[in-house]
């Protein structure tokens, strides 16, 4: 495999918004690919991305996306 992402090898970094976490596994001037963490009952402000698109693929929880 060419980019091995160990991800318990990088760090925590909390995010512009209070109880949002992220490891960065690939930044491109194009996107990004992160894993995130969210604290128990936090909210993100509504925002758009015009020129791209976001997926979230969820590994525990039950959030709600609007």
């Not at 909390?14 to 992160?34: H, L, Q, R, S, Y």
């Not at 791209?52 to 959030?63: D, I, L, R, S």
Request: glycine letters at 8%; zero cysteines.
């Amino acid at each position: 495999m060419k980019n091995k992402i160990i991800s318990d090898s990088l760090e925590w970094n909390e995010g512009k918004v209070k109880g949002f976490f992220g490891k960065d596994f690939i930044n491109a001037t194009n996107g990004t690919v992160k894993l995130v963490k969210v604290a128990p009952h936090q909210k993100y402000p509504v925002h758009k991305h015009p020129d791209k698109m976001e997926y979230a693929y969820v590994v525990q929880g039950n959030p709600a996306f609007f």
